[in-house]
């Protein structure tokens, strides 16, 4: 029923959107695990690893284009939330290690064997299952967007301020994920990761079935954004973002609608930074840094803020274009970045996918 | 014409005075607004229209005088948001509607009723939500364009769309501050219907320099005049009246 009713309140664009989304995430890895390794249409690992990477930060792009092209909250800091929800997968995959580290230690991390932990710190109790890890990747980043929001939003903290707090937020956490003494393993991180769910992360399989899980997640996260900004609070949620003071004037609380979106998506976030350190196999504190952030904000930019499909498309076009760059000519990507930003706030307000509909509406013109 | 102070009055000013650094903008104004009633506001420019208004919504406070609400509440003792809340509604002049929402959503967000974020996430409009939008956009002649976004409407008709959101509000008494300035002659004169409209079921203040749209209302007129009031009386009376005439021609 209430499936039902989540799809009927999606425009057709977006199922289709959605069900692409899903295809792709079924049939990479069947055709990874179907086809024989000499048959133009087998998918190879990397591939596999590759579209599963691209497909969490499109949940990531989504994350940040609900606060921001929604509600207009620039955050800056959005990357934070996503690292936080990959150091609690990362702490589960630690704890499966097991006796296989380098130190043999049963219970102790190897990094933690080697600062001389005597006994494993209180926060890492709970970790070794998976079900207990599994909620922490959601309520660890809510926790911190609930109190940062609650502050900021009740304080009225708006604009640039607010996206100057998200940005020190996540910087803040940078500086203490470094530290060795925070107990996260330091500057190093986190790898050498071995099972999840007690299947090998480096198998296909297991790498088959995280792209499809990754792709899984982003096809839900459109559906219930789709919902919530379809829906009566969307509009208001809009109406916060165009003229906060107006909606103030006809009675609204408007913290509240903002406090709610900004948790939605830290959790959002959150969920695919934990899909996302099992696939690149490792996580460390450079997952915090600042332009990870602003690189976040460039993507949904690029695509189309304040719509759902366009966060998708721009994670996936500049994710692509920095793989290709990095490889074929790593000092341009930077250059390449800049420029694009130049570019798509002189010619592209509403990004790709705004374009796309500006051809569409010439096209239908008469001539 | 002193009126004396009456409980069956909706709105009742006595010998209002608001002063800035010592020039009177108000000087001992007294006014009274029957329930139902439509009064017309007129004068010239810096008579003190917009301070009276000002005064009304607790936007500023009178240094003398009495303002008394639906025959108890002392307006002078309660903030803008409070005397909102007791049922008086004021457009101001420059409209600000939601330019990305369509004229239903911009009434739908303004009605009356749900406010909490969580109660709006499930919530569908009630048919009796979808009744007063009916009626509203009858009101305001907007029906054809309810599924116009606010960014494609005319001056006018963001005028009018802005009466329609302070309608949803449900105020007993809508106050409107120069509703036809920069219109069309075919716009005041819709303007001045649907203020009429309105006042079928609300009582409205509104203050407007333009003759022709106040001919068109066709109600009670009060002329002011350096802070105070010159004249009362239908229009005819008033444009009758020497001391109006030099006021209006004098100038
Ligand atoms: N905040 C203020 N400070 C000083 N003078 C003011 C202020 N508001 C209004 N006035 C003066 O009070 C007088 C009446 O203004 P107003 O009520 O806006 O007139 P109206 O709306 O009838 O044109 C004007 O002379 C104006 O300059
Ligand atoms: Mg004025």
């Known amino acids: 029923m209430i499936t039902r009713f989540l799809w009927n309140g999606m425009s057709r664009n977006l199922r289709l959107f959605v069900l692409l989304v899903l295809a792709i995430g079924i049939a990479l890895p069947l055709l990874n695990q179907l086809m024989p390794r000499t048959s133009p249409f087998y998918v190879p690992a990397y591939v596999l690893q590759l579209v599963g990477k691209y497909l969490c930060y499109a949940a990531l792009a989504l994350a940040v284009d609900l606060v921001w092209g929604f509600c207009g909250i620039l955050s800056l800091g959005h990357a934070a939330f996503f690292a936080l929800g990959g150091y609690c997968m990362g702490m589960y995959l630690m704890r499966q290690i097991g006796t296989r580290g380098v130190y043999g230690n049963p219970v102790l991390p190897d990094f933690m064997v080697f600062l001389n932990y005597k006994e494993l710190p209180w926060f890492w109790h709970g970790f070794d299952s998976f079900w207990f890890a599994a909620p922490m990747i959601v309520i660890v980043p809510s926790a911190l967007a609930l109190a940062l929001g609650w502050f900021a939003f009740r304080s009225r903290v708006t604009g640039v301020y607010l996206s100057i707090i998200t940005q020190a937020m996540t910087y803040a956490l940078l500086l203490a994920f470094f530290r060795n003494d925070m107990g996260f393993g330091g500057n190093n991180g986190m790898t050498d990761f071995k099972d999840i769910l007690g299947f090998s992360v480096q198998s296909d399989a297991t790498r088959g079935v995280l792209c499809f899980a990754s792709a899984l997640a982003l096809a839900i996260f459109l559906v219930i954004s789709a919902a919530v900004v379809g829906s009566r609070f969307g509009k208001a949620l809009t109406a916060v973002r165009d003229a906060e003071s107006r909606m103030r004037f006809l009675g609204y609380r408007v913290e509240g609608y903002k406090l709610f979106v900004f948790v939605l998506s830290a959790a959002m976030a959150g969920i695919a930074g934990a899909l996302y350190v099992p696939q690149v196999g490792i996580i460390n504190p450079s997952e915090f840094a600042p332009g990870n952030s602003i690189e976040a904000v460039l993507w949904v930019a690029v695509g189309g803020r304040g719509t759902l499909i366009g966060p998708v498309v721009g994670a996936f076009i500049v994710n692509w274009a920095k793989t290709y760059l990095t490889g074929a000519l790593p000092e341009v990507w930077l250059f390449a970045l800049g420029a694009l930003f130049i570019l798509v706030t002189l010619f592209l307000p509403k990004g790709v996918v705004g374009l796309w509909g500006q051809i569409k509406a010439r096209r239908a013109q008469p001539a | ?251």
Do not use: C
């Open chain 2, 1 to 251: 014409m002193n009126a004396p102070r009456s409980t069956s009055a909706l709105l009742y000013l006595s010998g209002v005075t608001v002063s800035f650094d010592g020039f009177k903008a108000l000087n001992n104004l007294s006014l009274l607004v029957e329930p139902g009633e439509m009064r017309a506001i007129i004068g010239p420019n810096g008579a003190g229209k917009t301070t009276m208004m000002d005064v009304i919504t607790g936007k500023t406070r009178p240094d003398e005088g009495e303002v008394v609400f639906d025959g108890s509440a002392d307006l002078t003792k309660l903030d803008e948001a409070d005397i909102a809340t007791l049922g008086i509604g004021r457009k101001f002049q420059k409209p600000t509607v939601f330019e990305n929402h369509t004229v239903r959503d911009n009434l739908l967000l303004a009605l009356a009723g749900i406010r909490s974020w969580y109660k709006l996430l499930g919530a569908a409009p009630t048919r009796a939500e979808n009744d007063r939008l009916a009626g509203i956009l009858s009101i305001i002649r907007m029906e054809e364009q309810q599924h116009m976004l606010g960014a494609r409407l005319s001056h006018g008709q963001k005028q009018w769309l802005e009466i329609g959101m302070l309608l949803a509000q449900n105020p007993k008494l809508l106050l409107v501050d120069e509703p036809v300035a920069g219109m069309t002659d075919v716009e005041t004169e819709t303007t001045a219907q649907v203020l009429r409209e309105v006042n079928k079921n609300h009582s409205v203040v509104v203050v407007e320099h333009d003759m022709s749209f106040v001919r068109a209302l066709g109600v009670k007129v009060t002329v002011l005049h350096e802070g105070a009031m010159l004249a009362e009386g239908s229009l005819d009376q008033v444009s009758a009246d020497p001391r109006v005439v030099e006021v209006y021609l004098g100038r």
